[in-house]
C-alpha cells in the first residue's frame, strides 16, 4: 500500500485527556503524528483538532473509526491535500545585526514574509505558507544566523462549499426528533 499524507479533522466537546486518547490511537498503531492544530471552531462549544499522518487509506480509515469511538468525540474526517486549503505559520529570530548588515530583505520580501518585530538584538520574520515555503525561507536565513525558529501545525479548511460537521450534527438532531 502507498503511503501518503493525510489530514485529519476531528471536531469534539473541549474536554480534559481527549488529546491523550486520540494520541493513544495513533501511537498502538505505531503511526507518528506529523503535526497537530487544536483550537475552537465555527461551532459553539465544538473543538477542531487538525492532525497530519503519513500512512496508507485503509490503515487511516481505521484510525478515524477508532477516533469516533472516543465518546467526547462528534465526528471525524480524513482528507487529502487536493480536498482542502491549508497553511502553517512560522516565525524566524535572526540577529538584527545580520539583517542590517548583509540587507537580507530582498530575501524576505520574495519569500512573502514580514517583519514582525525589530528588537536592538533581534528581528523576528513571520512567513505563512506550505511545509515546503516555509523550510526554503528557512533554508536562506541559516547563513544569518537563525536564534530561534518555531512553525504550527497545519490549519486546514475542506474545499467544499458545505461544511460536513454542520450536516452531521443536523441529521443526528434529525434522529433524536424522529
Known amino acids: ?16 485527556s481527549l ?43 481505521h484510525v478515524i473509526k477508532q477516533i469516533e469511538k472516543r465518546i467526547d468525540v462528534i465526528k471525524a474526517f480524513l482528507y487529502t491535500d487536493d480536498e482542502i486549503l491549508f497553511q502553517e505559520v512560522a516565525l524566524y529570530k535572526v ?3 545580520n539583517v542590517v548588515n548583509m540587507n537580507i530583505e530582498e530575501i524576505v520580501r520574495k519569500h512573502g514574509a514580514r517583519v514582525l518585530e525589530i528588537h536592538p538584538d533581534y528581528t523576528v520574520f513571520e512567513k505563512t505558507g506550505h511545509t515546503h515555503e516555509i523550510k526554503e525561507l528557512y533554508d536562506h536565513l541559516k ?12 490549519v486546514a479548511v475542506t474545499r467544499s462549499s458545505r461544511e460536513l460537521v454542520d450536516e452531521f450534527l443536523e441529521q443526528r438532531s434529525k434522529c433524536i426528533l424522529d
Open 1 to 16: 500500500m502507498e503511503e501518503q499524507l493525510f489530514t485529519i479533522a476531528v471536531f469534539t466537546e473541549n474536554r480534559v
Open 19 to 61: 488529546l491523550h486518547q486520540i494520541s493513544m490511537i495513533f501511537s498502538r498503531r505505531c503511526l507518528n503524528i506529523e503535526s497537530l492544530t487544536v483550537s475552537a471552531c465555527s461551532i459553539e462549544g465544538v473543538h477542531k483538532f487538525t492532525i497530519t499522518c503519513r500512512s496508507n487509506r485503509p490503515m487511516m480509515e
Open 95 to 97: 540577529p538584527t545585526d
Open 143 to 154: 547563513p544569518f544566523g537563525i536564534r530561534q525558529f518555531v512553525r504550527s501545525g497545519r
